[in-house]
């Protein structure tokens, strides 16, 4: 069978493309060829070129869009001509900032083509065997300038003198007292006089991460070589200065970080890099700082490490009811979020009912067969797919409102169902980066029905902000402070329920719904005839926020469960 | 670059030479940035809240637990590690606390028992999520050897 034929878009240096590949490699195994859409520039690097062999099916710099089933774009490090089709696309198109984002490039990579961190395996990079061979009685510290052979951009030779460190000549000469193997690699003059196993400007980047695996550890300021060491499993100790850490810091391999304090850095991509003239960051490091920090380093590296414990809530007994409930859910990518909350969902006794999925065009192949897979015995199950309807996907963080979108789509599924005379009592809109207690159903339905006696109740949510914040990126400030209080997401707060009723006198009938921005569930216009929304604390699910933004919405009901302890729960 | 340092108690003045925008250009300016703290123990600089009872199990194992709240973002060089529990700050607090630890290679733990910011994990030296306790998470601080 012939693969599905992608396009991915990407114009930058060696050590952008090194944290690239972990993306490429993602695509790869989902079993697609890659095309790259680039720009002359990067076949003129022969780093690039050495270290993109065997990657792609094809290097262009022209764009087709009907050659591709999927076009991956990301906010960042694209060609001119390429930007074109993004904003074309997406309005709010934008690059990324770094300094304010502190999200790692890898991560945006992996944003980029629909996958998360779960799915991370390690980037493309192949060393070259060498003849090197390090002394096995000592340990070997390898040193990099901070320029490395190849560097395409032409403004980074200006750029790299930023990041320069005057004192490795220095520090080979202590290593070396001190007992250590030093070996030199990288170009440039800011290696003059140092003493070791010369490899200045000798090798190529495969045979370069081949002496770096060999090596106990790398000590450069941050640059493809540090990368490179990454890809490669040899620890790496960071001279910083200007540099964002938290946007490219090795994630394989245990690092340590030098950096002297000064309030102006980290500066890089702001103005005053670009002013800066005396790099006072990186000559406040001096040799005896970094010698420390080896020291301890080398005693105790530090690898990440991530525990997850599944959250038990208390066992209850089961509720019952004889309403009938539909459930909405969209979904697009993060496909261990989804596996979770369908497990979730089984678990946590939904009464009977339709469950609508949409596949809201994930790049992820994993995601259908979840869906197709998933089945209980007293919820009826559909599957919609949405085709991708943009054949190029930008970052889809910036897309606007997707969800909505998304939710308008299974509203009108849910509307030709009623024209063809199928009944419901509640219709549940849910996100599915959502865990839930056992009945969380049950009690939102009894907490409407007891409630909406005496009050204007619109709709119904289990979720408040006693949880951590939903996963904003800078787009609007988060409302959260003690129990009680409340945030919702465009006059909504996924997830909610809304009864028939309710839903049909809002909307007299389905078919008004259209792709407007905010007409999710028609929530606005359930507010605007003075309906509340019910907010349960504590929230009766927990939340991952793998989605959204929020907004601030009408003020609502909020309601305690403890009200309720004394509930017959099975009257 | 010149680097000034006044003592007051416990606390040293640092003045440094900074760059301030000045219309179009930059202005050198020499301020008084920042105020360095001075510490004993293995400190922890904590986010959000703890339980008591982690709280106190940290205190027998030797950390020394302060409280981050929101004061010259610095202080953090002066800690072995960040805690971020239940978070209780704005985004850009809370990027910028997060963003400043991690060029500073200072390890940053994640614990929470409710949710987990899927796309800062980069971001964690130790990240917990659910339910644990007390002891067994101390445990893998320790581990970290920090």
Not at chain 1, 62 to 85: L, R, V
Not at chain 1, 199 to 219: A, H, N, P, Q, Y
Not at chain 1, 240 to 262: C, D, K, L
Request: hydrophobic letters at 40%.
């Amino acid at each position: 069978m012939e693969s599905e034929s992608v396009a991915v878009v990407f114009m930058n240096g060696l050590g952008n493309f090194i944290f690239f590949t972990a993306a490429l490699k993602v695509l790869k195994q989902r079993g697609y060829d890659i095309t790259l859409i680039t720009n002359d520039k990067f076949l003129s690097s022969p780093a690039l070129r050495e270290v993109s062999k065997g990657i792609f099916k094809e290097i262009t710099f022209e764009y087709d869009p009907n050659e591709y089933s999927q076009t991956f774009i990301g906010s960042w490090g694209i060609p001119a001509f390429m930007k074109d089709y993004a904003i074309h696309l997406n309005p709010r198109f934008s690059t990324i900032n770094w300094t304010n984002s502190g999200i790692h490039e890898v991560q945006h990579y992996l944003d980029t083509i629909g996958a998360s961190w779960e799915d991370y395996d390690g980037y493309i990079f192949d060393p070259i065997e060498t003849s090197f061979q390090a002394d096995p009685y000592k340990t070997t510290i390898v040193l990099s300038s901070c320029a490395v052979k190849n560097i395409f951009l032409k403004l980074n030779a200006g750029d790299k003198l930023k990041k320069r460190w005057n004192y490795f000549p220095e520090l080979s000469r202590q290593l070396i007292d001190l007992g250590y193997e030093v070996v030199l690699i990288g170009i440039s003059d800011e290696m003059d006089n140092c003493e070791g196993i010369n490899f200045i400007d000798k090798l190529s980047v495969r045979e370069t991460g081949d002496v770096i695996s060999k090596c106990d550890l790398l000590i450069a300021p941050s640059t493809a070589n540090t990368i490179v060491a990454d890809a490669v499993g040899t620890p790496v100790l960071l001279l910083e200065g200007p540099m964002q850490t938290a946007r490219a810091h090795p994630i394989n391999v245990p690092f340590s970080v030098v950096r002297n304090y000064i309030s102006c850095a980290p500066c890089f991509q702001k103005a005053t890099w670009k002013l800066c003239k005396d790099p006072v960051c990186m000559s406040n490091i001096k040799v005896g700082d970094v010698l420390i920090k080896m020291h301890k380093f080398l005693q105790k590296p530090m690898s990440s490490k991530h525990i997850y414990r599944p959250i038990i809530f208390p066992e209850e007994s089961l509720m019952k009811t004889d309403k009938k409930v539909v459930y909405l859910t969209s979904c697009f990518n993060r496909y261990h979020i989804l596996k979770t909350f369908l497990t979730s969902f089984e678990k946590s006794n939904p009464p009977d009912g339709k469950i609508i999925f949409l596949n809201d065009a994930s790049q992820d192949p994993r995601i259908q067969d979840l869906l197709d897979d998933f089945s209980m015995p007293n919820i009826e199950k559909e599957v919609l797919v949405r085709d991708k309807l943009e054949k190029m996907q930008t970052f889809s963080e910036y897309k606007v409102n997707p969800s909505i979108h998304a939710f308008n789509h299974l509203l009108k599924k849910l509307s030709a169902e009623v024209v063809d005379g199928f009944f419901f009592d509640y219709v549940l809109f849910i996100d599915p980066d959502i865990v839930m207690k056992i009945n969380w159903v049950h009690k939102m339905i009894k907490l409407y029905e007891e409630l909406s006696l005496e009050l204007k109740i619109g709709m119904v949510t289990p979720f408040n902000t006693d949880h951590l914040e939903y996963d904003v990126d800078g787009v609007s400030e988060t409302l959260r402070s003690e129990v009680g209080s409340y945030r919702l997401r465009e006059g909504s707060n996924l997830p909610y329920m809304i009864s028939c009723e309710i839903l049909m006198k809002v909307h007299k009938t389905f078919s008004l719904f259209g792709h407007k921005s905010m007409d999710i569930g028609k929530s606005e216009e359930i507010f605007s005839q003075g309906y509340q929304t019910l907010v349960t604390v504590p929230s009766l699910v927990e939340h991952y926020g793998a989605y959204g933004n929020t907004f601030l919405a009408t003020k609502p009901v909020i309601t305690s469960l403890d009200y309720y302890e004394g509930w017959n729960i099975n009257e | 670059m010149s680097l000034f340092v006044s003592k007051s108690g416990d606390e040293e003045y640092i003045r440094q030479r900074n760059l301030r925008r000045k219309g179009i250009g930059f202005n050198e300016i020499e301020i008084e940035t920042r105020i360095r703290y001075v510490f004993s123990q293995l400190v922890i600089f904590y986010i959000g809240n703890l339980e008591q009872s982690f709280l106190d199990q940290g205190d027998i194992l030797g950390f020394d637990l302060r409280k981050y709240e929101h004061q010259d973002v610095s202080i953090l060089l002066h800690g072995s590690a960040l805690l971020l529990s239940d978070l209780d700050m704005k985004f850009k607090q809370r990027m910028e606390t997060i963003n400043f630890a991690a060029c500073y290679g200072i390890p940053i733990i994640w614990f929470s028992r409710k949710s987990i910011p899927h796309r800062y994990m980069w971001r964690f030296k130790l990240s917990v999520v659910g339910d644990i306790d007390a002891k067994e998470f101390w445990r893998e601080v320790w581990n970290l050897n920090l």
